[in-house]
């Protein structure tokens, strides 16, 4: 385990490697994605971290972008390094492959993108 400095980070990217997503290549978009993020200079402003299922398994391989709150579908090698180039770097979202960005309410879903079930309440 590691222990990271987190002081300047600006964004943290969530890239899922639960079952679905690890079925779909999130191993290789992974490692894609924090290649690109070196190569850019990037690495110290922006940490990313592998996690479990992040709910959107139809959407795989799924990642999101905080606190800018975009999350992106169908995110391979060739799309995470798009998501650097164009979000990280310029801070244009790669709006072919968003799922769900920031609305005045929460977040809006972006057309295409399945809806899924609601979260149960209480
Ligand atoms: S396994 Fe990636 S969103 Fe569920």
């Not at 709006?95 to 929460?106: A, D, L, M, W």
Request: glycine share 10%; with cysteine; hydrophobic share 35%.
């Amino acid at each position: 385990m590691t222990t990271w400095n987190l002081t300047g980070s600006e964004r943290l990217v969530l890239l899922c490697n639960g079952d679905t997503c690890s079925e779909r290549g999130a191993d290789a978009v992974t490692l894609e994605l924090r290649r690109a993020l070196r190569a850019a200079g990037l690495d110290p402003r922006v940490h990313t971290a592998r996690t479990r299922c992040l709910g959107r398994c139809d959407d795989g391989c799924t990642v999101t972008v905080q606190p800018d709150q975009v999350w992106y579908r169908n995110v391979t090698p060739e799309v995470a390094r798009a998501i650097v180039a164009s979000h990280l770097l310029d801070g244009v979202p790669v709006r072919s492959h968003v799922s769900f960005r920031p609305g005045e309410h929460g977040l809006v879903q972006e057309s295409g993108t399945r809806p899924g079930v609601d979260k149960p309440v209480g």
